[in-house]
């Protein structure tokens, strides 16, 4: 009877330990999967925009690889945007969105998420082949500012269309592109703008379909090029591009017009002058 006892001891015992020790191996498995995240190809808004009754596959990444066949899908309002265990998301209606999730089971705090829009997507983009060049130029006009002299530097610009499919601009000068988005009623009109070159040769700042290139002085031997595409940002992973034909100093006389000379001949006075 004492053994009976004595051996359902050690098996309750045995049963406890291992339930203590499950707690601590589940964490250790979860600690193993650093992150996972959605390899939709969408802009930084996180935007995926699919016309009714279109599907599309959520192409999920995770860290180890091994843990990708652990991802649970999960939709906020699956009315509009279903998603299905194995990731593929699909609009049941023309508008709204949905909040689609993605964790690992094995680790619920990690995971991504993405915002899925039931719309238009764009079907075509196309760079402009009209933009405009502008550039502050050397001369200044005095003006009176409060009693205060200072001096106004004065800016130009003018429209420009490409010479043998480029624009044609000088170093430190700005362009303003553009692109027309087809359909015209496209849900997200957001596009990414970037360069073939780095920040040293060129500084964009996007504008939504619009984007303002600042052309920098460099050293260079020769005219050079920088591609400039622009790409959708709602997942149709549509694009355009135009190059730019950057002229040196030392190429001779600049395409523009002549900068007008002063409006006003400034005065010798240097009090109270500020720039």
């Known amino acids: 009877m004492v053994t009976y006892k004595i051996k359902n001891l050690a098996i309750l015992l045995?049963?406890?330990?291992?339930a203590s020790t499950l707690p601590h191996i589940e964490a250790n498995s979860a600690a193993q999967f650093?992150?996972?995240?959605?390899g939709v190809k969408v802009g930084e808004t996180g935007i995926l925009v699919l016309k009714r009754g279109q599907k599309k596959q959520l192409n999920c990444k995770t860290k180890p690889k091994k843990a990708k066949?652990?991802?649970?899908?999960?939709s906020s309002k699956p009315t509009i945007i279903r998603v299905n265990k194995?990731?593929?998301?699909?609009?049941?209606k023309g508008r709204g969105s949905a909040k689609i999730t993605v964790n690992l089971k094995a680790a619920p705090k990690k995971k991504a998420s993405i915002t899925v829009k039931a719309g238009t997507?764009?079907?075509?983009?196309?760079?402009?082949?009209?933009?405009?060049e502008k550039w502050t130029s050397a001369n200044f006009e005095i003006i009176n500012v409060n009693g205060v002299l200072k001096k106004r530097y004065l800016t130009y610009e003018v429209n420009l269309s490409p010479d043998e499919g480029k624009f044609h601009v000088p170093q430190t000068r700005t362009l303003i592109l553009s692109a027309s988005v087809t359909p015209s009623n496209a849900t997200s009109k957001n596009l990414k703008w970037t360069a073939n070159k780095s920040d040293k040769y060129v500084s964009l700042v996007p504008k939504g379909s619009t984007c303002i290139v600042y052309i920098r002085r460099v050293q260079a031997y020769d005219?050079?090029?920088?591609?400039?595409?622009a790409?959708?940002?709602?997942g149709s992973n549509k694009k355009s591009s135009t190059t730019i034909r950057v002229l040196l100093p030392s190429t001779g006389p600049c395409i523009i017009p002549e900068t007008p000379a002063p409006t006003q001949v400034?005065?010798?006075?240097?009090?109270g002058i500020e720039r």
């Open 14 to 18: 045995s049963l406890v330990l291992i």
């Open 34 to 38: 650093k992150k996972v995240q959605i």
């Open 69 to 74: 066949n652990q991802l649970v899908y999960k």
């Open 86 to 92: 194995k990731g593929v998301v699909k609009a049941l």
């Open 121 to 132: 997507p764009i079907r075509n983009i196309q760079i402009n082949d009209t933009a405009t």
């Open 223 to 229: 005219d050079y090029d920088i591609k400039i595409t």
């Open 231 to 234: 790409t959708t940002t709602d």
């Open 266 to 271: 400034p005065t010798t006075e240097t009090k």
